[in-house]
Every structure is written in structure tokens, then in C-alpha cells.
Nanobody, 115 residues
């Protein structure tokens, strides 16, 4: 059973930074694409950022130039560095991994941006 465990969420003031981590229970080389999604109350889940095993990254327009996704193959971990956070970034953030036969999701971590 593949497990993705997110960490790093919390409460931060506007303009602050957080780094989310997603640790996989097996080598992330197993996944062709890993990404971060978020879901705010009353809204649909949306893609924030993704990274392929080949290094191609994709970002939502709302987070470009503020968020950075990275993969550490040695640690089987994917990170999301979030800078210049805004109240509208408040959401539960989920890690997603696309394997050969299945797509896997983490349990989510809450990010709250508020003064």
C-alpha cells in the first residue's frame, strides 16, 4: 500500500512562508508525476503545482513566482516552498502521485494565512 504523508502546514501571517513536505513510502522514481493540490472551504480541489520525473514543472497562475515545487529523489520526498503567502492561499493542501496503475493521495495538511 502506497502512502503519502504531508507535513509542514500551519498558521502563518500574510507575506510569510511555509514549506510543505510529502514523504512517499516507496521510491518516487515509481511516480511519473507528483503534485500538490489544494481545496478551500466550499471550493473544488485545484492543482497548485506538479513536477514530472523528467523535471518539467507546472504551476497554477495564482501561485506562479511565489511557490516552488521540488523533488528530492534521495529522500523520496516532494516539497512545496510557499513564499509571499496570501489569505486566499488558505486551504487544505494534498500531495498526489501518479503511478503506473494508480493515482495516490495524501491525507492533507491545513495551511491558514491570517493576521
Amino acid at each position: 500500500q502506497v502512502q503519502l504523508v504531508e507535513s509542514g502546514g500551519g498558521l502563518v501571517q500574510p507575506g510569510g512562508s511555509l514549506r510543505l513536505s510529502c514523504a512517499a513510502s516507496l521510491s518516487i522514481f515509481s511516480f511519473s508525476n507528483m503534485g500538490w493540490y489544494r481545496q478551500a472551504p466550499g471550493k473544488e480541489r485545484e492543482l497548485v503545482a506538479s513536477a514530472t520525473s523528467g523535471g518539467t514543472t507546472t504551476y497554477a497562475d495564482s501561485v506562479k513566482d511565489r511557490f516552488t515545487i521540488s523533488r528530492d529523489n534521495a529522500k523520496d520526498t516532494v516539497y512545496l516552498q510557499m513564499n509571499s503567502l496570501k489569505p486566499e492561499d488558505t486551504a487544505v493542501y494534498y500531495c498526489r502521485a501518479i503511478g503506473v496503475f494508480s493515482t495516490y493521495w495524501g491525507q492533507g495538511t491545513q495551511v491558514t494565512v491570517s493576521s
